[in-house]
């Protein structure tokens, strides 16, 4: 970063139902990515690149995004920084917080691992006012034989079957430190913890651990579906509603990025 420059970290929430994820694309797609750097190039001055630590895909949500930007622009007191971009944003994308981190911090290659959260509402009813948060699912599941089925997952395994069948990638060997299921009230949450996922792995977790809970696969089946690395032996893909990225850790101020 040059003299006088600033490397701002934002975290940020958004409702993602009506964006085409957060990567920037091409023409008038609003994205999460798009909308924030045409925001802050206009409150700022100049263009700006916003990092993103996740990059969630269409319809999916986030709690505690976290984003970085460079600008050499310091008209601005930081602690107005915050509610100057928050206010132009749309309703549907908020900014937690802002602050001046290292020039060489950078959202996605500093993180240590990001945890998402899958909420699954049971009942006959479908809930109106939580139509876009949550995957409604009809009938009864057994959460029990749902979690004893995620605890399988644990730890550094093959997931090519989890991922998205299109998906060209040499390395699919991912470790999970957390995958649980976990009743709130009518709804059941999916959480998972990984320092890296592969394109769609959440939702395609979360669909298998549901045709475990209605009874349609043993438990034991995933440790077939892992030792197959075919994804037509997974379940179906869970709907991106439900899906909310929740939380992304970071190594304290001094240690540097992951890995170094």
């Not at 206009?42 to 996740?54: E, P, T």
């Not at 944003?89 to 001046?100: K, N, Q, T, Y």
Request: glycine share 10%; net charge positive; hydrophobic share 40%.
């Amino acid at each position: 970063m040059s003299a006088g420059g600033q490397n701002i970290k934002l975290v940020i929430a958004y409702d993602g139902t009506r964006y085409h994820g957060w990567q920037r694309q091409p023409g008038e797609v609003p994205t999460i990515q798009g909308c924030l750097e045409e925001v802050i190039g206009s409150l700022v001055g100049h263009d700006v690149v916003v990092n993103g630590a996740g990059r969630t895909d269409a319809g999916v949500h986030a709690a505690g995004q976290v984003a970085n930007f460079l600008t050499t622009n310091r008209r601005i007191p930081l602690a107005n920084l915050r509610p100057a971009i928050d206010g132009r944003c749309p309703a549907d994308i908020s900014v937690l917080s802002a602050e001046e981190v290292p020039a060489a911090f950078h959202a996605s290659r500093w993180a240590l691992d990001k945890t998402y959260r899958y909420r699954i509402h049971l009942g006959p009813a479908r809930p109106v006012m939580l139509v876009n948060q949550v995957y409604h699912y009809p009938r009864p599941l057994e959460a029990p034989r749902m979690a004893a089925a995620a605890s399988r997952l644990l730890g550094e395994h093959d997931f090519r079957a989890f991922a998205y069948s299109a998906e060209r990638r040499e390395n699919t060997v991912r470790t999970l430190t957390r995958c649980d299921v976990s009743a709130a009230g009518d709804e059941l949450h999916v959480t998972v913890c990984a320092s890296g996922f592969l394109y769609r792995m959440v939702r395609n977790i979360v669909g298998t651990l549901i045709e475990i809970g209605r009874g349609r696969w043993e438990v034991q089946t995933v440790d077939r579906i892992l030792a197959g690395r075919d994804r037509r032996l997974a379940g179906p893909t869970a709907p991106p509603g439900g899906l909310c990225l929740m939380h992304v850790r970071y190594p304290a101020p001094s240690a540097g990025p992951a890995g170094a």
